[in-house]
């Protein structure tokens, strides 16, 4: 079974794009074994989040301030 | 009318005034699920000695001789939880969980497990270990998930609360599917101890429940404290267009209007206009949190040795986690400090935000694909995270309030309050009741008659 969730997501088994070579590199580096269907899943998955993933790299964090040690159920400091 | 068709409190008023009688209402229950679960696949396993067990040794607590289903990824000093996965990362173990002790002290009976999509990874419900639970509303669709058997067992009727767990909108978005009242409360103020993620930040145990009034009193149960009752107070409530009510489907935009309009006529309150464009970076900043927290897990030893039993969905997933730079995870924790700023300065100006909890209605399990007006046909999970991440990467509460029918399945309209909000989004819920003279709250799925 090919993940159902990837359907309707045309671009994700086509196009290797740069992030997959890199996917597919660090699988082989650490010794993952991944078999076709892993393979077209993990694809499909980092197709499906790439755009969001580039934006993450792009985006200007550069002046934001680290929160120290949060409290998550509190409003920041 | 069988004292299993009554809500959570109302069961606990009539055992506590001597009308109920809990070791009646126990077999009822062990007996309905026999029943009806068949279809539901709901429950994955029922213990009745355990749970007689539990009902003799019952202090006269809120929930005394109340039965209650708890979701799979909570241990019980009896099972170790599975996950719906048939292997997980590490050994699972038997033992006595945060939620399974809220529930022992406040009397209630834990009756059984409830399924889950496998290892926590949808918001579908649609793949388990056990197979996927099913909607009452249509056994075809999916039940929403991760906590898909508690909310298929409460709109069922064989249980009348069950406690989920909520990582990534695991109680929210089943809660909407199955047309429930659904607590993600704000983060630490529900028991998890013992979780399998014990560092995580971003994972809840709460309710799912027919209504607010439910709710309230199982969440007081994991929160350890009475969750006072109140008067809804004219609010500022936002509301953020585009996307999350624009890229919705239409009846499913309507019904949550309509849930809204009474909400604010209820109240007083007002609607206030925002934009939220930071809101893709979030979602995907949420994903990376959520992942980081399993990180440690994820070595090559262990995803290698993920059997078949396990889908090729959830074992691709485990791999790419394993393979995902340390660059992302890193700067989602920065986008995450900038989007918990933003939002304490939004909670400036509104009392809460309100949408869609998911954008479109209960998908079938066999495909569970829906179609947005911005982009065709997509996957449920892409379409539903920009709508419940937000919570768990900023620790702030959500609830999932049931707000009518769309195709002859529920739509949940969500609202999220600031941090420790969780009593002021309850009152909220309450009062939409009120306005909608509980019609939506009462509607049940033909399974269930």
């Given at each position: 079974?090919v993940?159902?969730f990837?359907?309707?997501?045309?671009?994700?088994?086509?196009?290797?794009?740069?992030f997959?070579?890199?996917?597919?590199?660090?699988?082989a580096?650490?010794?993952?074994?991944?078999?076709?269907?892993?393979r077209?899943?993990?694809?499909?998955v980092w197709?499906?989040?790439?755009?969001?993933?580039?934006?993450?790299?792009?985006?200007?964090?550069?002046g934001?301030?680290?929160?120290?040690?949060p409290?998550?159920?509190?409003?920041?400091? | 009318?069988?004292?299993?068709?009554l809500?959570?409190?109302?069961?606990a008023?009539?055992?506590?005034?001597?009308?109920l009688?809990?070791?009646?209402l126990?077999d009822?229950?062990?007996?309905?699920?026999?029943?009806?679960?068949?279809?539901l696949?709901a429950?994955?396993?029922?213990?009745?000695?355990?749970?007689?067990?539990m009902?003799?040794?019952?202090?006269?607590?809120p929930?005394?001789?109340?039965p209650?289903?708890?979701?799979?990824?909570?241990?019980?000093?009896?099972?170790a939880?599975?996950f719906?996965?048939?292997?997980?990362?590490?050994?699972?173990?038997?033992?006595?969980?945060g939620?399974?002790?809220?529930?022992?002290?406040?009397g209630?009976?834990?009756?059984?497990?409830?399924?889950?999509?496998?290892?926590g990874?949808?918001?579908?419900?649609a793949?388990?270990?056990?197979?996927?639970?099913?909607?009452?509303?249509?056994?075809?669709?999916?039940?929403?998930?991760?906590?898909?058997?508690?909310?298929?067992?409460?709109?069922?009727?064989?249980?009348a609360?069950?406690?989920?767990?909520d990582g990534?909108?695991?109680?929210?978005?089943?809660?909407?599917?199955?047309?429930?009242?659904?607590?993600?409360?704000?983060?630490?103020?529900?028991?998890?101890?013992?979780h399998?993620?014990?560092?995580?930040e971003?994972?809840?145990?709460?309710?799912?429940?027919?209504?607010?009034?439910?709710?309230?009193l199982?969440?007081?149960?994991?929160?350890?404290?009475?969750?006072?009752?109140?008067?809804?107070?004219?609010?500022?409530?936002?509301?953020?267009?585009?996307?999350?009510?624009?890229?919705?489907?239409?009846?499913?935009?309507?019904?949550?209007?309509?849930?809204?309009?009474?909400?604010?006529?209820?109240?007083?309150?007002?609607?206030?206009?925002?934009?939220?464009?930071e809101?893709?970076?979030w979602?995907?900043?949420?994903?990376?949190?959520?992942?980081a927290?399993?990180?440690?897990?994820?070595?090559?030893?262990?995803?290698?040795?993920?059997?078949?039993?396990?889908?090729?969905?959830?074992?691709?997933?485990?791999?790419l986690?394993?393979a995902?730079?340390?660059?992302l995870?890193?700067?989602?924790?920065?986008?995450?400090?900038?989007?918990?700023?933003?939002?304490?300065?939004?909670f400036?100006?509104?009392?809460?935000?309100?949408?869609?909890t998911?954008p479109a209605?209960?998908?079938p399990?066999?495909?569970?694909?829906?179609?947005?007006?911005?982009s065709?046909?997509?996957?449920?999970?892409?379409?539903?995270?920009?709508h419940?991440?937000?919570?768990?990467?900023t620790?702030i509460?959500?609830?999932?309030?049931?707000?009518?029918?769309?195709?002859?399945?529920?739509?949940?309209?969500?609202?999220?309050?600031s941090?420790?909000?969780d009593?002021?989004?309850?009152?909220a819920?309450?009062?939409?009741?009120?306005?909608?003279?509980?019609?939506?709250?009462?509607?049940?799925?033909?399974?269930?008659?």
């Amino acid at each position: 079974m090919v993940a159902p969730f990837l359907l309707g997501c045309g671009r994700a088994m086509s196009e290797e794009t740069a992030f997959q070579s890199y996917i597919e590199g660090a699988l082989a580096g650490l010794e993952i074994e991944v078999d076709e269907v892993e393979r077209a899943v993990i694809k499909g998955v980092w197709a499906l989040y790439e755009p969001g993933i580039r934006a993450l790299l792009e985006a200007d964090l550069d002046g934001v301030e680290q929160e120290m040690h949060p409290d998550i159920g509190r409003a920041p400091q | 009318m069988s004292g299993l068709d009554l809500g959570l409190r109302a069961q606990a008023e009539a055992i506590a005034s001597g009308q109920l009688d809990p070791a009646e209402l126990l077999d009822a229950c062990l007996e309905r699920i026999e029943q009806r679960n068949p279809e539901l696949n709901a429950v994955v396993e029922t213990f009745p000695e355990r749970s007689r067990e539990m009902l003799a040794q019952a202090p006269r607590g809120p929930l005394y001789g109340v039965p209650v289903l708890i979701k799979d990824e909570w241990p019980l000093p009896w099972r170790a939880q599975r996950f719906g996965s048939a292997q997980m990362l590490s050994t699972p173990e038997p033992g006595e969980s945060g939620p399974y002790l809220a529930l022992r002290d406040a009397g209630a009976v834990i009756v059984g497990v409830g399924n889950m999509h496998e290892l926590g990874m949808s918001s579908t419900g649609a793949i388990s270990v056990y197979e996927p639970a099913r909607n009452p509303w249509d056994i075809e669709r999916c039940p929403g998930g991760s906590s898909s058997g508690p909310a298929s067992a409460v709109a069922s009727g064989l249980v009348a609360g069950a406690v989920g767990a909520d990582g990534l909108g695991s109680i929210r978005y089943p809660g909407a599917y199955c047309g429930l009242t659904g607590l993600k409360p704000t983060f630490g103020r529900a028991a998890i101890a013992g979780h399998e993620i014990y560092n995580t930040e971003t994972i809840v145990s709460g309710p799912l429940c027919r209504d607010a009034g439910d709710a309230r009193l199982l969440a007081s149960v994991l929160f350890g404290e009475e969750i006072p009752a109140g008067e809804a107070q004219p609010s500022r409530i936002g509301v953020v267009r585009d996307p999350l009510w624009e890229d919705c489907a239409a009846e499913v935009r309507e019904r949550c209007e309509q849930g809204l309009d009474a909400l604010v006529a209820e109240t007083g309150s007002s609607v206030v206009e925002l934009e939220l464009p930071e809101l893709g970076l979030w979602l995907t900043a949420a994903l990376m949190v959520a992942q980081a927290e399993e990180a440690a897990r994820l070595t090559p030893e262990r995803v290698n040795s993920l059997r078949k039993e396990v889908s090729p969905i959830a074992r691709g997933l485990m791999k790419l986690r394993a393979a995902i730079p340390a660059t992302l995870p890193a700067r989602s924790l920065l986008v995450r400090a900038q989007a918990r700023r933003r939002l304490a300065a939004i909670f400036e100006q509104v009392d809460m935000l309100a949408w869609p909890t998911v954008p479109a209605v209960a998908p079938p399990l066999a495909s569970p694909l829906v179609e947005l007006p911005s982009s065709g046909v997509v996957s449920a999970d892409v379409a539903n995270g920009r709508h419940g991440t937000i919570a768990n990467l900023t620790g702030i509460p959500g609830m999932s309030l049931p707000v009518g029918l769309s195709e002859g399945l529920p739509v949940g309209l969500q609202l999220l309050g600031s941090w420790q909000s969780d009593a002021a989004l309850l009152d909220a819920a309450e009062a939409l009741e009120r306005a909608t003279e509980r019609e939506f709250v009462e509607l049940r799925p033909a399974a269930r008659a």
